[in-house]
Nanobody, 128 residues
């Protein structure tokens, strides 16, 4: 049973930074591309960022490009999302997700249905 646990959310002011972390257990972490999504109440969950199993390729939503950085530590089974210059529109519940892929896959998925496992989410609130 693969489990994902997010941490690091909180309430901050616009312009501040936060780092979200996701710890993965119960599976082979190196077999998963990892993604971050976010959701605001009443809206669909949207893609934020993802990283391949090797860490060699990343992708970002246009809304966070240049402000957010995704990284992973395969030795510690963790994936992180460094969020800089936060804006009120970044307020959401942030979810970590794992996509089980063959090692021949070199691109990441950006849609929710392509991910196999999800964490419970962590709230990020950015005040103006």
């Amino acid at each position: 049973q693969v489990q994902l646990v997010e941490s690091g959310g909180g309430s901050v002011q616009a312009g501040d930074s936060l780092t979200l972390s996701c710890s993965v257990s119960g599976g082979t972490f190196g077999a998963y591309n990892m993604g971050w999504f976010r959701q605001v109440s009443g809206k669909e969950r949207e893609f934020v960022s993802a990283i391949t199993w090797s860490g060699g390729s990343t992708r970002y939503a246009d809304s966070v490009k240049g402000r957010f950085t995704i990284s992973r530590d395969n030795a510690k089974n963790t994936v992180s999302l460094r969020m800089n210059r936060l804006k009120p529109e970044d307020t959401a519940i942030y979810y970590c997700a794992a996509d089980h892929v063959p090692r021949t896959v070199t691109v990441v998925a950006t849609t929710t249905y392509e991910y196999d496992y999800w964490g419970q989410g962590t709230q990020v609130t950015v005040s103006s």
